[in-house]
């Protein structure tokens, strides 16, 4: 008579943890197994992009114009967004970790709700880093060889009324709730869309009428503010000197450097799903559908968090160095090639200028974006493996 087979043994804290080093050799194998799917959702993410700027450029004058270009530029945070989430869905079929939480879990997740879930990081991250700005001047630059003026992108989004950015927020949100109730009861692909679209718009518009707001005359005049700013005066002694010039120089560098690599792991972990506290995800996950609540919108971030603390600060340092060290890499080789190719003027440039920018920007993404993959999938294998008994482990699979 056979004997039954022996359950598998959990696995022991501090077994089988894998290195932070291998963060390079994982990521290139994604690029290599998975590099189609990423460069097919980065290239209709462009196709998109490019679209719509060139439906801005071709508003109207006046105060419709000024609303087409408004609505435009939304739109381009929206495809940026549907196409970071759509390269890291190409991607998860390729993460150890990811494969084996599907292990019994039912449905995949679908492409919208991790959009819903992404959207405020994501939209966050596209304010901190002036990422409006870089669509506001592409607009203009189409504006001008079209002979177009151009002038209603140029103050984008800085120039717009609080009143507006908040008349935007409401609307979203109650776009983004009653879409969501819509698709929790239907599964519509249609309430989905509108859903996430109405999370970007509450999320990025929510910002920036926050952002007005500390910004406003009003709140110079409060007390608190007045007796902050006392409280700095008084201080800036102690901090004047080498020291302040020294971090005034260091700052940025160390912004550039470890919080955005962050902020991205943030974006990622999100998309992904990484951390939640039920495998596969489904509108039935409070944690994860659309239709969450406001609990539903910070529980993630904070699993996001932990999942990045608890893979190690060797692997999120090593994360940082690659981040930092590939869009170096990646753009002295641009140089480079502009350098093989001859001067920058003349018709011949015109020709090959653009399609080099992009072959430029598809290398960096599609690196970037698998780094970002291994970074999360070796950070979930590593919180596993150094887990205690009891822990809420977030990606394990079901024996």
């Known amino acids: 008579m056979l004997a039954a087979p022996r359950p598998a043994e959990p696995q022991r804290p501090g077994r089988a943890a894998p290195s932070a080093f291998l963060l390079p050799l ?31 450029v071709e508003a109207p004058a006046g105060e419709p114009g000024r609303v087409v270009t408004i609505t435009v530029l939304t739109l381009v945070v929206v495809a940026h967004l549907v196409a970071t989430a759509g390269m890291l869905h190409a991607l998860r079929g390729g993460l150890a970790e990811f494969r084996a939480r599907r292990i019994g879990a039912g449905p995949d997740e679908r492409l919208l709700v991790a959009v819903d879930r992404a959207a405020p990081a994501f939209a966050l991250l596209y304010l901190t880093w002036g990422l409006t700005g870089d669509d506001a001047r592409e607009l203009a630059r189409l504006a001008a060889l079209h002979g177009v003026a151009g002038g209603d992108a140029a103050d984008w989004p800085a120039g717009l009324d609080v009143r507006v950015t908040l008349g935007v927020a409401v609307i979203g949100l109650l776009v983004r709730t009653a879409c969501g109730w819509w698709y929790g009861r239907r599964q519509g692909r249609v309430a989905g869309s509108l859903a996430a679209l109405g999370e970007v718009c509450f999320a990025f518009f929510g910002l920036l009428a926050v952002a007005a707001a500390l910004g406003s005359a009003w709140l110079e005049r409060r007390a608190v503010v007045a007796w902050a700013g006392d409280l700095v005066t008084r201080y800036e002694g102690v901090l004047s000197g080498p020291f302040r010039t020294w971090a005034g120089e260091l700052l940025p560098y160390a912004t550039q450097a470890v919080l955005l690599p962050l902020m991205w792991l943030v974006v990622g972990a999100l998309v992904l799903g990484a951390g939640s506290r039920r495998r596969g995800g489904s509108t039935a996950d409070p944690d994860g559908g659309l239709t969450r609540g406001p609990r539903g919108r910070c529980l993630p971030v904070l699993r996001a968090l932990r999942l990045v603390v608890r893979g190690g600060a060797p692997l999120f340092g090593m994360f940082c160095l690659c981040f930092v060290a590939l869009r170096a890499g990646v753009g002295y080789a641009e140089r480079g090639a502009r350098q093989l190719i001859g001067p920058q003027e003349g018709p011949l440039h015109l020709v090959y200028d653009r399609p080099l920018a992009l072959l430029g920007e598809l290398l960096l993404t599609a690196l970037t974006v698998c780094l970002l993959a291994a970074a999360l999938d070796l950070a979930a294998t590593r919180a596993r493996a150094f887990a205690r008994p009891g822990d809420d482990e977030p990606v394990t699979a079901r024996t």
């Open 26 to 56: 994982h990521a290139f194998r994604l690029l290599g197994t998975r590099g189609v799917g990423v460069a097919g959702w980065f290239s209709a993410g462009q196709a998109a992009t490019s679209a719509l700027l060139y439906l801005g």
